[in-house]
């Protein structure tokens, strides 16, 4: 394909070079190909079957088949190049991509060969970049701020954060993106978030580069300005492999080669010059006012109604270029896959630079993971705010019910009793059900960013990010209650006393929460799950009935429920301090003279306040603990682009 690709080359290509703190000046002349690649999954199918009982139908009776997504393709893209993968939806495009970036979680088979040696999907995932179809990002961090956060998962950890800045800031006007820098990632445009996925991948300076769509969803305008950054890219002397939908015919034209897939096979790969003339020895001639790319993606597509003819059709063009290939390598009697002349050898010694970046340690990964969240918080003000006010709101509608509670008195005793229990469960269902949607939201961007840092790091550092609220919203709760309800020694020992079990509760609630956000895959199914998990718990709080007096078979569970020791601790807590109860006047009626009766009466036992405490704590640990399986779990099994 000639290239006459319209968009203008600029200085910036020569200075990018001499910028990269990884590379220095150094170019590779690579060839990435892939022989006989085929991945194939398995894939759930509801099985439609009239002899099903209703109870088969209720459960829906499901029956997984594998499926050939990707059926033997070959091909090549070579550093200085710029290769279009095209083909309709469905075609296989990102698989392609996936296989052969060594990033697909599945079956693959064939060979995938750098300068001819195979190579493994580590060593490609470190030497490459991929920029997903769909960018996955935290949308509140500022364009520079998502970069920062790169470049401390991506780049040595031993390089000075002076380059790293330097870095991120050529980056950002390399790609034209200097001007938009302070936006929120929700607030940039289609192509500017295009660009900044493109800026991430950047940061390594990788030899290759695979693009997944990247101009799906852009004006035409938008477009070519990122197709003509990868045009740039490739012409520096990257290998650039890029899934394309639809180009204009001017975007066409900064294509050096094209694949074209069809169902999974190779329907075509070359120069443009080259389907013209392979597509009308087939009998299919482009039209000459015909956009190329759409008349070769339409005779490769199914025709609704004519499925059988498309089908012939699809089926006839893959043939044919197979066979072509095979005459063209038995004329040439040279391997199938070229491999570029004065291609570097011993791939590992090659691409030291990139095989010795070192990850960030532990640590710093916690820290760069604790700092975007609280980032992305900080973007989020008015969400928070809206979230404590109405805690707040709450805690002082609960207060003013027992506004008028006089204390020492008999009935005192039945408020207090009532409001450390409305305590107890508000704090544990608003700490609980406020993380619930936690990893939904933030799964997909910890999938996507699984190879940056550990399931590990990304966990702890959720769990830090959770502990200021979990901490401050309880207590400003109970200075509202505490300003509002005479709780006869209301003074700031009992105060701080008493924070102490409303915070710990608040906290192992949290992990509770992050427990059922991250083992369940929805917060619908974690909700369901967590309906007869709270039933129990709240049963055994001991609010009820005195917990010594539970059935022998049954009273185990109460060892299993948060609000048990939570609700022990605070009556202890509270009661422990009252040494007088007044009695009414009609000596008939049963009367509880101070705490300790009281808690006699609870079946809550003063000794054990450290034992609740300790509990609470070893719940906080193991939930968080399964918590984190549930999220190490779900990292292994998910595609990753
Ligand atoms: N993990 C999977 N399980 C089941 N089917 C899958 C899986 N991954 C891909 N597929 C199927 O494989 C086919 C190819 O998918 P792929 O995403 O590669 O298509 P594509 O050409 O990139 O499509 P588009 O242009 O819409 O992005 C599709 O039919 C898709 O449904
Ligand atoms: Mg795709």
């Known amino acids: 394909m000639e290239h006459s690709c319209p968009v203008e080359m600029s200085e910036s290509v020569t200075r990018f070079v001499e910028m990269s703190p990884l590379l220095g000046n150094q170019e590779y002349n690579l060839t990435l190909s892939w022989q006989n690649v085929a991945v194939k999954v398995k894939r759930t199918n509801v099985v439609h079957d009239s002899t099903r009982t209703w109870l088969r139908k209720f459960v829906s009776w499901k029956k997984a088949e594998e499926v050939t997504i990707l059926d033997n393709v070959s ?37 995938v060969l750098l300068c001819g040696h195979p190579v493994d999907g580590a060593l490609l995932t470190r030497i490459s970049g991929f920029v997903p179809q769909k960018g996955i990002i935290f949308e509140t961090l500022t364009a520079k701020e998502h970069l920062q956060f790169m470049s ?18 050529d980056l950002l006007l390399d790609l034209n993106l200097s001007g938009c820098e302070d936006t929120p990632i929700s607030a940039l445009s289609g192509g500017e978030r295009k660009r900044l996925s493109l800026a991430v ?22 477009a070519s300005t990122v197709v003509e950054k990868l045009n740039h890219l490739a012409s520096r002397g990257k290998a650039v492999l890029c899934s394309i939908h639809q180009p204009t015919s001017d975007i066409l034209s900064c294509f050096h080669k094209m694949i074209l897939l069809s169902a ?3 329907a075509f790969q070359g120069t443009l010059e080259h389907a013209y003339t392979f597509f009308s020895n087939q009998g299919f001639v482009c039209p000459p006012s015909y956009n190329p790319a759409e008349f070769f993606i339409q005779k490769l597509s199914v025709i609704p109604g004519e499925e059988e003819d498309s089908s012939q ?48 340690y532990w640590h710093t990964q916690v820290y760069w993971l604790t700092w975007r969240s609280v980032v992305d918080s900080s973007h989020n003000k008015c969400s928070h705010i809206v979230q404590i006010a109405v805690f707040l709101v709450t805690s002082l509608m609960l207060s003013l019910c027992f506004m008028n509670t006089e204390a020492g008195t008999q009935s005192w005793i039945q408020d207090i009793r009532g409001l450390l229990y409305l305590i107890t469960s508000e704090v544990f269902f608003t700490s609980a059900y406020s993380v619930f949607n936690t990893f939904p939201q933030e799964i997909p961007i910890f999938l996507r960013e699984s190879e940056l840092y550990s399931a590990s790091a990304y966990y702890f550092s959720k769990m830090i990010t959770l502990i ?26 009992m105060f701080f006393l008493m924070a102490v079990p409303v915070v710990i509760v608040s906290n192992s609630a949290t992990a509770y929460g992050c427990m059922l956000s991250a083992v369940f895959e929805s917060p619908a199914m974690a909700s369901v799950a967590a309906v007869p998990i709270d039933l129990i718990s709240f049963i055994m709080a001991g609010i009820f009935y005195n917990v010594r007096a539970l059935p022998a078979s049954i009273t185990w569970m109460k060892y299993l429920s948060q609000f048990y020791y939570s609700n022990e601790a605070l009556a202890v807590v509270h009661w422990q301090e009252v040494d007088y109860i007044m009695c ?43 918590g984190f399986l549930g999220v190490w779990r779900r990292s292994k099994r998910k595609a990753a682009y």
């Open 75 to 111: 091909g090549k893209v070579q550093s200085g190049s710029l290769v279009a993968v095209m083909g309709s939806s469905g075609c296989g495009k990102t698989s392609l991509l996936a296989a052969v970036s060594g990033r697909i979680k599945g079956t693959v088979t064939g060979e």
């Open 152 to 169: 401390w998962m991506r780049l040595d950890r031993g390089l000075r954060s002076d380059i790293r800045s330097k870095w991120i800031q």
């Open 201 to 222: 991948e950047l940061l390594i300076d990788p030899p290759l580069l695979f693009c997944d769509e990247p101009t799906t969803g852009l004006d035409s305008y938008n």
């Open 264 to 266: 999974g096979r190779v």
């Open 313 to 360: 059709r699809m089926n006839q063009i893959c043939e044919a270029f197979s066979t072509l290939e095979q005459d063209r390598s038995l004329q040439l009697s040279v391997p199938h896959i070229q491999v570029a002349r004065n291609c570097i050898t011993g791939l590992s010694r090659d691409f030291q630079k990139y095989v010795t970046i070192r990850k960030p």
């Open 468 to 493: 200021p609220r979990a901490v401050i919203e309880p207590i400003l709760y109970l200075v509202i209650i505490f300003g509002v309800v005479d709780f006869s020694r209301g003074d700031l020992n």
């Open 584 to 626: 009414r006047n009609n000596t008939n009626l049963p009367c509880l003279e101070n705490g300790q009766q009281v808690l006699d009466e609870y079946g809550f036992n003063t000794e054990n306040l450290f034992r609740d405490l300790v509990v609470l704590a070893v719940f906080y640990i193991v939930l968080h603990f399964i």
